[in-house]
C-alpha cells in the first residue's frame, strides 16, 4: 500500500514538473488547482505522465505564441540524440535553418560541426537547439517576451533529454537563458555555470568565429574543460562562476 502511495506522488510530482516546465518555475499553480486538474487526470485514467520530445513537439504545433510565428518559413524545434549528454543552444534559427527547419546548417553550423567532430563526437551524439524556434527577422536578437513564450519548449527538452552539460553559443543565446543583458560572454566564456541543475558552459558562438578566426583558440579551450568534464564528471569545475559574480564583473 505504502509502495502504490509513493508511486501515485511520483506520478504526481512528474505532472508537477511539467506544469512548471510549461508555465514557468514561478507560475503560482494554486493547490485547489492542481487536486482538481489531478482528480480530473486519475478519472480519466491520464496519470502516467511521462514527457518526450515527441510530446513536446506535438504540443508546440504549429505555433503562434509569439510574433515571430508571422514571418518563419519553417520551425525549427532542434534535433540529435533524445539521450545526449552533451546539448547545444544557439539563441534562434538564422536564414538557412528557417529554409530547412533544422538547427546551424548555414556556415557557422558546419563549423560547429567540425568542432563536434573534434571533441571526438558526430553531430547525431549530441543535440541542438535554440533558445526561440522561429527565426527574428533580419537575424535581430529574440526580444524577452518572445523567450518568454519560447523557453518553456526549451525547458521541456532539457528536461527529457537530461543533458550533463549544455554549451550555450554567444553573447545572446546565454543573456537569453539567463534572462539578463548584464553579463559580458568575454567574462564568462570558459567558466561553467548552472543552469536548471545542469552544467553551462557559454562559449562564443560559431558566427563570431567566421568574422574572427583567432577566437578560434579560446573556444577549443572552452571545449577541452567540457571534454574533460564529460570524461571525468567528478573532476572540479574549473573556474566555475556563479551568475550574479559574472554579472558584477562586467
Ligand atoms: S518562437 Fe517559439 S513561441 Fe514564438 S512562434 Fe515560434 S515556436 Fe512559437
Avoid at 496519470?47 to 508546440?60: F, G, M, V
Avoid at 508571422?70 to 539563441?91: C, D, Q, S, Y
Wanted: aromatic share 8%.
Amino acid at each position: 500500500m505504502r509502495g502504490s502511495n509513493t508511486h501515485a506522488t511520483n506520478k504526481f510530482e512528474q505532472w508537477k514538473e511539467h506544469l512548471q516546465n510549461t508555465y514557468g518555475k514561478n507560475t503560482l499553480l494554486s493547490k485547489a488547482w492542481l487536486k482538481k486538474e489531478w482528480k480530473k487526470l486519475q478519472k480519466n485514467n491520464a496519470t502516467n505522465y511521462n514527457d518526450s520530445l515527441e510530446k513536446t513537439r506535438q504540443d508546440l504545433g504549429d505555433c503562434t505564441r509569439c510574433n515571430l510565428h508571422a514571418k518563419r518559413t519553417n520551425i525549427v524545434f532542434g534535433e540529435g540524440n533524445p539521450h545526449a549528454k552533451l546539448m547545444f543552444v544557439g539563441e534562434g534559427p538564422g536564414e538557412q535553418e528557417d529554409i530547412q527547419g533544422r538547427p546551424f546548417v548555414g556556415r557557422a553550423g558546419q563549423l560547429l560541426d567540425k568542432i563536434i567532430e573534434a571533441m571526438g563526437y558526430k553531430r547525431e551524439e549530441v543535440y541542438i537547439g535554440n533558445v526561440v524556434k522561429c527565426r527574428p527577422p533580419s537575424n535581430r536578437q529574440p526580444e524577452p517576451d518572445e523567450v518568454a513564450k519560447c523557453e518553456p519548449f526549451l525547458f521541456r527538452q532539457i528536461t527529457c533529454i537530461k543533458p550533463e552539460i549544455i554549451v550555450a553559443l554567444g553573447a545572446t543565446a546565454l543573456k537569453c537563458l539567463l534572462h539578463t543583458e548584464d553579463i559580458k560572454i568575454s567574462a564568462v566564456r570558459g567558466k561553467f555555470m548552472e543552469y536548471r541543475g545542469v552544467k553551462l558552459m557559454p562559449t562564443y558562438h560559431p558566427a563570431y568565429l567566421l568574422r574572427n578566426p583567432p577566437a578560434k583558440k579560446e573556444v577549443w579551450e572552452d571545449m577541452k574543460k567540457v571534454m574533460a568534464k564529460l570524461k571525468d564528471p567528478g573532476s572540479p569545475l574549473v573556474g566555475q562562476v556563479d551568475c550574479a559574480s559574472a554579472q558584477q564583473d562586467k
